[in-house]
């Protein structure tokens, strides 16, 4: 195996790896940006308030993008087996 192709192996693994974080993240970024006006607005400052729901929505996030992330990390699979199938072997 040459180092391009373990070099594209990285670079394909890295950009799975945003993808399948990329909706859970996405929600934690919203809902803490609107707990945090929430609680400026209030001036509540209690830590179980950002955390909870922040923790339901990143649950629900991962629950709700899941089939789409299993099918990713599934292609990125079959790809990834079957570039090492076509690797020859040492004599």
Do not use: H, N, Y
Request: aromatic share 6%; proline share 7%; charged share 10%.
């Amino acid at each position: 195996m040459s180092p391009d192709q373990i070099l594209d192996i990285g670079r394909e693994a890295i950009w799975v790896t945003m993808l399948v974080g990329a909706p859970s993240m996405a929600c934690a970024l919203v809902l803490g940006l609107a707990i945090a006006i929430l609680q400026a607005l209030t001036q509540v400052q209690e830590a179980t308030v950002a955390f909870v729901p922040k923790l339901l929505g990143v649950a629900l996030a991962l629950v709700l993008a899941m089939p789409w992330s299993l099918e990713v990390l599934r292609s990125f699979t079959v790809s990834l087996f079957g570039r090492i199938a076509g690797v020859p072997s040492l004599p």
